[in-house]
C-alpha cells in the first residue's frame, strides 16, 4: 500500500507536476481513501522520499553495532548505505533529482533530511571522539566532510542520467576526507619535535607516482 | 519600516508563538497596512531572518573583491562576516536561536539560508581550484567544513546566551579547517646546483594530494 502510493504520488508529480498534484489526486490513482494516504505519509513531500526514513534507521542500526577501531571509515561506510538506496533504483533516483531541482519545497525537504544524516554521523562520532569542545568540533567537521563527499560523487552519478556505478565517485570522495581526516594519531604528532616533517629526496625526472609511492611508504612505516 | 515590521513580527513569535502569529497581527502591532509586509518579506519566515539576504549579498561581494592568494582563508574570513552579523545583536541573535529550535519550519528555513552560504563559499573555492573532478570534490569539502566549523563555534556562543566574544570560538573552529586544508607544504625547492635531486619538506600529515600539487608545481615551473 505505503509502495502503492509512492509510485501514484511520483507518477503524477511527474506528469502534473508537484504543486498541481493534490493528495486527492493521489489516492484516486491509488485506488485508496484519503486517510490511507496521511497514514503512510505526513505530507506530499514525504511520499517524494519514501525510503529515507528506513535508510537513516538502517544507518543508525550500522552505526550502533559497528566495529570502533576506525570512526571515520565508519562514517563513510554509513554514507555508503545511503548511497546504495539512491543506486538500488537508478530510473526513480534520477527523475526524483531533476524533479527536487525543480520544486523549492523539495529542495527544502531533501536538506532537511541531509542534515539528519550529518548529524547522525557527528554524534556517532561525538560518541568515539568526545562530546564537548575539540572533539565535538572535529566530530561535526568530519560529518560535514562525509556528508559533502557523499554528495559530490551521488551528484556527478544523477547528472550523469544514472549511467555506470555510483560507488566509484562516492569511493573516491570518500577517499579524499579518510586521506586528510582518517589518521588523528598521525596528525597529533605534527606539532612534536621529531615528527615535525617529512624530508623527500628523490632523483629529478622521478616519475609521480614514484615519489608518491615513496612518500606513502614512509609515512606508513612510522 | 523594514525594521519596524521585523521588530514587531519578532516580538509577536516570542509572545505568542509563530504558527499562532498571522501576518494581520503583525501588521496591526506595526501600525502599517498588509501589503506593506508582503513588500519587505515574502514569508513570515524570512521577518525572523531579516539579514540574510544583504548578509549573502556582502559576502559575495567581498568574496568577488578578496585577494586570491590562499582561497581557504578568504572562504574562513567570508564566514567571519556572516558571524559579525549575529554578533552585532546578541540578544536578538539568541532568542532567534532559541525560537528557532522549536519551530521546525524556522529550523527547515535556516537550513536553506546556511545551504545558500555553504554554496557561495563552494563556488569561489571552485572558481579558485577548478569546476570539475577532484578540485570541484575539493572545493565542496572545505566549504562544507568551513559551515561546520562556523556552526560549531556560533552555537557555543548562542547556547551559552550570547555571552563574551563569538569570535574567538569561531576562529578556533576555522583554524582546525585551515590546519587540514589551508596548510601549505612549507618548502619545495629544487635543492642541487645541477638540478640532479628535488627536496621537499612538508609537515607531517599534509594531504597526498597537496604533496603532488606542490611537486607538480615545482617541476613545471622549469
Keep these: ?44 513531500e514525504d511520499a517524494v522520499f519514501p525510503d529515507h526514513e528506513s535508510c537513516l534507521a538502517e544507518v543508525t542500526a550500522f552505526l550502533a553495532a559497528v566495529d570502533d577501531s576506525d570512526p571515520v571509515a565508519a562514517v563513510c561506510d ?3 548505505i545511503v548511497l546504495r538506496m539512491y543506486a538500488a ?7 526524483r533529482y531533476r524533479l527536487t531541482r525543480e520544486v523549492p519545497g523539495l529542495r527544502t525537504y531533501e536538506l ?10 557527528a554524534g556517532h562520532l561525538r560518541g568515539r571522539f568526545g562530546e564537548t569542545g575539540d572533539e565535538a568540533l572535529r566530530a561535526e567537521v568530519i560529518a560535514a566532510s562525509v556528508v559533502a563527499a557523499h554528495n559530490n560523487g551521488l551528484r556527478q552519478w544523477l547528472r550523469s542520467g544514472g549511467a555506470g556505478d555510483p560507488e566509484a565517485a562516492v569511493d573516491h570522495a570518500l577517499g579524499l576526507v579518510r586521506e586528510v ?8 604528532a605534527v606539532a612534536s619535535g621529531d615528527n615535525e616533517v617529512i624530508v623527500m629526496v628523490a632523483p629529478r625526472g622521478t616519475p609521480m607516482w614514484r615519489v ?7 609515512v606508513g612505516q612510522e
Design 1 to 44: 500500500m505505503r509502495e502503492v502510493l509512492a509510485q501514484a504520488a511520483f507518477q503524477l508529480f511527474l506528469e502534473r507536476g508537484f504543486e498541481q498534484t493534490t493528495v486527492d489526486d493521489i489516492v484516486a490513482r491509488a485506488g485508496v481513501g484519503r486517510r490511507s494516504f496521511f497514514r503512510y505519509f505526513p505530507s506530499k
Design 78 to 80: 554509513a554514507a555508503r
Design 89 to 95: 533504483n537508478p530510473e526513480f533516483s534520477v527523475q
Design 112 to 121: 532537511s533530511v541531509v542534515r539528519r544524516y550529518e548529524q547522525t554521523l
Design 181 to 188: 581526516w582518517g589518521s588523528p594519531v598521525e596528525r597529533t
Design 212 to 218: 608518491v609511492q615513496q612518500i606513502e611508504a614512509v
